[in-house]
């Protein structure tokens, strides 16, 4: 930003009212004249400043909110550079590049520009931190541009793709695969990566190797590869998760841990055999995009409320519900860390252990040598702990184990499959725990379910009949709803990133009376909505009326329970 020295810089604030002269001439007086530090200083917005600098360096001044650009423009110049000069390409006209700059008088960076991408540059003055943002706005863009690249360019060193990229595959020094499958085997990895998946499915068909991401929650066709590189493809991935490769008509479970721009990722693999070759499955868990604290996972605040108040109990049972890829690990862990204060000895019993937390006991389960969620427990219980998490409540000695330890003066975090929170008491009268027992000792269970949210960057309005809002929202007006039209930065799905939609009933002396009568799910749950409990439903229409989600995403995850 231009010095307040500048005679004609300094004018254009003032006959802008942007300041008045004498609050200039007093910061001038006192040996001050950054034009940043005043505008910080009196919480003047940016905008019209750099819009008086851009008149007096004559430089076209660009807002960069509403610019959207295609990402082969952006990528025209690499991010290094873009993070390093601070700039951005927002356009392309004709044989002109548009290009958004903190320092438009750079001309050797312009002059350097013009030779790297055979455009003329056309400098716009723009902040610095407009051009961060849509810097990390077109990130997975910049790393896409980036790999194809490097395939286009790469050699039959192994090492090359990866040492470029900053990927690692432990023990790689050891294999002797043929470059095009490493190649392949790396470009899935990749693209995994760049677009956030969870899993990667690797499914044989009679012609061609289907290569599917599950990206928040939904499976999408990525890549396809000839039939014939199959084999290949699967005995890479099966030697990397140390497999035995002459083995194909078996299932076969393994893992291996890969480090991608400084982020450890652990993956775990399932090999299944198919009519067509072998089906690969692997679940991505990477350590460093976990965001542990329950403030940040959608929980609505009257459950977040009653959840925090549980959780900080002494002793009893906390149940979390819901299926598989619920997010119910997740929740545990953010639980776990919300009252990890150093001060309680917090022991785990999982299957896996999915994410290390620092400061927590963690067991692996292993079924087939005979460390089972109650052989464990008991052993945990001998070691005075102040709480525990189990896995999951699979059978009946589990369950009265984890009963009894709440009992005891334990605060006992567990899961348990059920469609709805109140479910959850007559799935554990179902395994044969005691009445009396659940009664005692359990304090809430919340069940819940993984939507995914509208994409912040293409969220447009629309209207519904009053038909619909009246059965929906008990509103006769039509009613204003939100969706994603599709852009880059969601990979044209309309949704980014989910949210959490959940149940959560406190067990209180009502309901405990119900429990120890041995009542029905239906009853339990009609007792807890007299008395103020809110399904996932309506949980789930609140969130679509506060445009965070879709009618679509909350009636896939909640049509079975209502």
Same mark, same amino acid.
């Given at each position: 930003?231009?010095?307040?020295?500048?005679?004609?810089?300094?004018?254009?604030?003032?006959?802008?009212?942007?300041?008045?002269?004498?609050?200039?001439?007093?910061?001038?007086?006192?040996?001050?004249?950054?034009?940043?530090?005043?505008?910080?200083?009196?919480?003047?917005?940016?905008?019209?400043?750099?819009?008086?600098?851009?008149?007096?360096?004559?430089?076209?001044?660009?807002?960069?909110?509403?610019?959207?650009?295609?990402?082969?423009?952006? *990528?025209?110049?690499?991010q290094e550079i873009c993070?390093?000069?601070?700039?951005?390409?927002?356009?392309?006209?004709?044989?002109?590049?548009?290009?958004?700059?903190?320092?438009?008088?750079?001309?050797?960076?312009?002059?350097?520009?013009?030779?790297?991408?055979?455009?003329?540059?056309?400098?716009?003055?723009?902040?610095?931190?407009?051009? @961060?943002?849509?810097?990390?706005?077109?990130?997975?863009?910049?790393?896409?541009?980036?790999?194809?690249?490097?395939l286009r360019s790469i050699s039959d060193d192994t090492f090359q793709l990866t040492k470029k990229l900053g990927f690692e595959i432990r023990g790689v020094e050891e294999l002797a695969e043929q470059a095009p499958i490493v190649k392949a085997v790396n470009l899935i990895i990749l693209g995994a990566f760049l677009k956030r998946a969870s899993d990667i499915h690797l499914l044989p068909t009679r012609e061609k190797l289907k290569c599917l991401y599950?990206?928040?929650?939904?499976?999408m066709e990525d890549q396809l590869f000839p039939i014939t590189m199959a084999p290949a493809i699967v005995s890479r991935l099966k030697i990397m998760a140390k497999l035995n490769i002459t083995d194909k008509r078996m299932p076969q479970d393994g893992s291996?841990?890969?480090?991608?721009?400084?982020?450890?990722?652990?993956?775990?693999?399932?090999?299944?055999?198919?009519?067509?070759?072998?089906?690969?499955?692997?679940?991505?868990?990477?350590?460093?995009?976990?965001?542990?604290?329950?403030?940040?996972?959608?929980?609505?605040?009257?459950?977040?409320?009653?959840?925090?108040?549980?959780?900080?109990?002494?002793?009893?049972?906390?149940?979390?519900?819901?299926?598989?890829?619920?997010?119910?690990?997740?929740?545990?862990? @953010?639980?776990?860390?919300?009252?990890?204060?150093?001060?309680?000895?917090?022991? +785990?019993?999982?299957?896996?252990v999915e994410y290390e937390i620092e400061g927590i006991t963690q067991i692996q389960i292993h079924s087939e040598i005979g460390l089972t969620f109650s052989h464990v427990l008991r052993s945990i219980l001998r070691q005075d702990p102040d709480v525990v998490l189990i896995g999951e409540i699979r059978d009946l000695e589990t369950t009265e184990i984890a009963l009894r330890a709440s009992l005891t003066g334990h605060l006992v975090f567990a899961t348990v499959h059920?469609?709805?929170?109140?479910?959850?008491? +007559?799935?554990?009268?179902?395994?044969?725990?005691?009445?009396?027992?659940?009664? @005692?000792?359990?304090?809430?269970?919340?069940?819940?379910?993984?939507?995914?949210?509208?994409? @912040?960057?293409?969220?447009?309005?629309?209207?519904?009949?009053?038909?619909?809002?009246?059965?929906?929202?008990?509103?006769e007006k039509a009613t204003t709803?939100?969706?994603?039209?599709?852009?880059?930065?969601?990979?044209? *799905?309309?949704?980014?990133g989910r949210t959490v939609v959940s149940e959560l009933f406190e067990v209180k002396d009502f309901i405990r009376d119900l429990i120890v009568e041995k009542a029905s799910s239906m009853a339990i749950k009609e007792k807890a909505m007299e008395n103020g409990f809110v399904p996932m439903f309506s949980d789930g229409m609140d969130k679509i009326r506060r445009g965070i989600t879709t009618f679509e995403e909350i009636m896939k995850v909640t049509e079975d329970i209502e």
């Open positions: 930003m231009l010095n307040l020295k500048n005679d004609k810089f300094r004018n254009l604030l003032i006959q802008k009212n942007i300041f008045p002269a004498t609050v200039i001439q007093r910061y001038l007086d006192d040996g001050k004249d950054s034009a940043e530090g005043l505008m910080l200083k009196y919480k003047v917005e940016e905008e019209p400043v750099l819009m008086a600098e851009a008149e007096t360096i004559n430089i076209p001044y660009v807002s960069l909110s509403g610019k959207n650009p295609e990402p082969e423009v952006v *990528t025209s110049v690499a993070m390093k000069k601070e700039l951005i390409v927002f356009g392309l006209t004709g044989d002109v590049l548009e290009i958004a700059m903190a320092n438009p008088n750079d001309v050797v960076t312009i002059d350097q520009l013009e030779k790297s991408t055979g455009f003329k540059i056309k400098p716009y003055l723009a902040s610095r931190g407009a051009i @961060s943002r849509k810097i990390n706005e077109y990130a997975d863009h910049f790393k896409s541009d980036m790999v194809k690249k490097l599950r990206v928040d929650g939904v499976l291996f841990h890969i480090v991608i721009e400084g982020r450890e990722i652990d993956f775990r693999m399932a090999v299944t055999p198919t009519i067509h070759g072998e089906k690969v499955v692997l679940r991505i868990l990477d350590k460093s995009a976990i965001i542990l604290g329950l403030d940040h996972l959608g929980i609505n605040d009257n459950n977040l409320k009653v959840l925090k108040e549980v959780i900080q109990k002494p002793n009893g049972i906390i149940l979390i519900s819901g299926p598989t890829g619920s997010g119910k690990t997740t929740t545990l862990y @953010s639980a776990l860390d919300a009252i990890n204060n150093g001060e309680k000895n917090i022991t +785990t019993a999982e299957d896996p059920t469609n709805d929170a109140p479910s959850a008491v +007559t799935r554990l009268f179902e395994m044969g725990a005691e009445p009396y027992l659940i009664a @005692s000792s359990l304090r809430a269970v919340m069940s819940q379910r993984l939507v995914r949210t509208i994409c @912040s960057k293409c969220r447009e309005e629309y209207q519904i009949s009053k038909d619909m809002a009246k059965k929906y929202f008990k509103d709803l939100y969706k994603g039209r599709g852009c880059v930065y969601c990979f044209n *799905t309309g949704y980014r």
